[in-house]
C-alpha cells in the first residue's frame, strides 16, 4: 500500500483551519453594512413627524428712542446697559428756547385780548357816531325845510336852498359810513363756528401757546417702555439732537420669542400651535418648550430691501425660506439676549 503525500496532508488539514479564520472577517463585513442600514431606518423614522432648523435666533422688542424737536442735549440720565422702567428720563434737551416761544405765545393772547377791548370800547360800538349822524341829518333836514319855504315865498337865494339839500345828503353819507364802521368793529368781534364763543386772534394765540407747551415737554425724553439700555454711547452732553434720529434703543425684558427660518418644503405640514423644542448655542443644556404663534406671510427674500428678480435666462431655483415665529411657554432660567442661535424642532405629527 503507498504512502500518503506529507505535503498533501498538509494541505488538507489546513483548509478548515483558513475557512475557521474568514468566519469572523465574514459576519464583521455583512454586519457593517446591515447596522448602517438599520440605524439609517431608525433615523429616518425618528425625522417623522417633525422638522427641524438651526436658522433660527432669539428676538426681543425693541423701540429706537428719538427726539421730536430739535436743539442741544444739555442732561444724559442713563448708560449702556442700564435698567430702566417705561417714563423714566433718557435726556434733556435746551428748553430755553422753547420757554421762549411759550412766552411769545402768552403775549400773542395778551395782545389779542387787548384789541378786543379796544374794539369793544371803540365808539363805533357805543352808538355814538350814529347818534350824532342821525341828530345831524335831523337838523339838516329842518334846515332844508326853512330854506325851502324861504325860497316858495322869495325871501332867500337858489345857493342857500342848494347848500340846505347838500347839508342833508352829507348828514346821511356820515351816518352810512358810522353804520359801516360799527358793522366792521361787530365783525372783529364775532367769533366763527370752527371756534364757538372764542375770538379768532384770541383762538390762534392759544393754540399757539399749546404748541409751545408741547414742545416744551419734549424737551424732556422719557422711556416709552421699559426694558434696558443699548447703542447709549452715541448721547453726548452737548451733542445736537435733530427730530427723527435714532439717539439710542430700549430693549424689553419681557416678550422674548424665536424667529425660525423654516425652508419652504418643510411646512407642509406645520400649523399654528403644534409643539415645539428650542435649545440655544449659547446655553447647550438649556432645553424650553414653546409652540408654533405664527407663519410668515412671505419669504425672507421677499421682503429683503432688494428682492430677488428671477425674470433671466441664467435663473437657478433656490430653497426659500419661511419666517416662523416660536411662542416660549416656560421661563427660560438663563437670560434670551436677543440675536442668539436656537435650534428648533416643530412636532408637526401632533395636533393633525
Not at 427730530?243 to 430693549?251: A, D, K, Y
Not at 424665536?258 to 407642509?268: G, P, R, V
Amino acid at each position: 500500500m503507498a504512502e500518503a503525500d506529507p505535503a498533501r496532508l498538509d494541505a488538507t488539514e489546513a483548509r478548515p483551519l483558513h475557512r475557521a479564520r474568514n468566519w469572523p472577517r465574514l459576519v464583521l463585513m455583512l454586519a457593517v453594512p446591515l447596522l448602517v442600514v438599520i440605524g439609517g431606518v431608525i433615523y429616518w423614522y425618528s425625522l417623522q413627524g417633525k422638522v427641524s432648523t438651526d436658522n433660527a435666533y432669539v428676538k426681543l422688542d425693541k423701540v429706537s428712542v428719538s427726539s421730536e424737536i430739535g436743539g442741544k442735549i444739555v442732561e444724559v440720565a442713563v448708560r449702556e446697559d442700564q435698567t430702566i422702567k417705561a417714563g423714566d428720563l433718557l435726556f434733556r434737551i435746551d428748553p430755553e428756547p422753547y420757554q421762549l416761544q411759550l412766552r411769545q405765545a402768552d403775549a400773542s393772547i395778551a395782545a389779542a385780548q387787548a384789541n378786543i377791548a379796544a374794539l369793544a370800547n371803540a365808539s363805533a360800538m357805543s352808538n355814538a357816531d350814529t347818534s350824532a349822524a342821525r341828530e345831524n341829518i335831523a337838523f339838516a333836514k329842518s334846515n332844508l325845510a326853512r330854506q325851502q319855504a324861504l325860497w316858495d315865498r322869495g325871501f332867500t337865494t337858489k345857493a342857500a336852498l342848494d347848500a340846505a339839500q347838500h347839508q342833508v345828503a352829507g348828514a346821511e353819507a356820515q351816518l352810512d359810513l358810522a353804520l359801516a364802521k360799527q358793522r366792521e368793529a361787530s365783525a372783529k368781534l364775532s367769533t366763527g363756528a370752527q371756534v364757538p364763543g372764542i375770538n379768532p386772534q384770541v383762538a390762534a394765540g392759544q393754540a399757539q401757546r399749546a404748541v409751545a407747551e408741547l414742545n416744551l415737554r419734549r424737551t424732556e425724553v422719557r422711556a416709552p417702555i421699559g426694558g434696558t439700555i443699548a447703542q447709549a454711547d452715541r448721547l453726548l452732553v452737548g451733542q445736537e439732537a435733530i427730530s427723527g434720529l435714532p439717539l439710542l434703543t430700549v430693549v424689553a425684558r419681557e416678550g422674548s420669542y424665536i424667529e425660525a427660518n423654516f425652508k419652504e418644503t418643510d411646512l407642509a405640514e406645520m400649523k399654528v400651535g403644534q409643539r415645539a423644542e428650542l435649545r440655544f448655542d449659547a446655553y447647550p443644556g438649556v432645553k424650553l418648550k414653546g409652540h408654533v404663534a405664527a407663519i410668515g406671510a412671505g419669504t425672507g427674500s421677499e421682503f429683503s430691501v432688494l428682492p430677488a428678480q428671477n425674470a433671466t435666462g441664467n435663473w437657478v431655483k433656490v430653497t426659500q425660506r419661511v419666517p416662523v415665529r416660536i411662542v416660549l411657554d416656560e421661563a427660560s432660567p438663563r437670560p434670551l439676549i436677543a440675536g442668539l442661535s436656537s435650534k428648533v424642532t416643530v412636532y408637526t405629527a401632533e395636533g393633525r
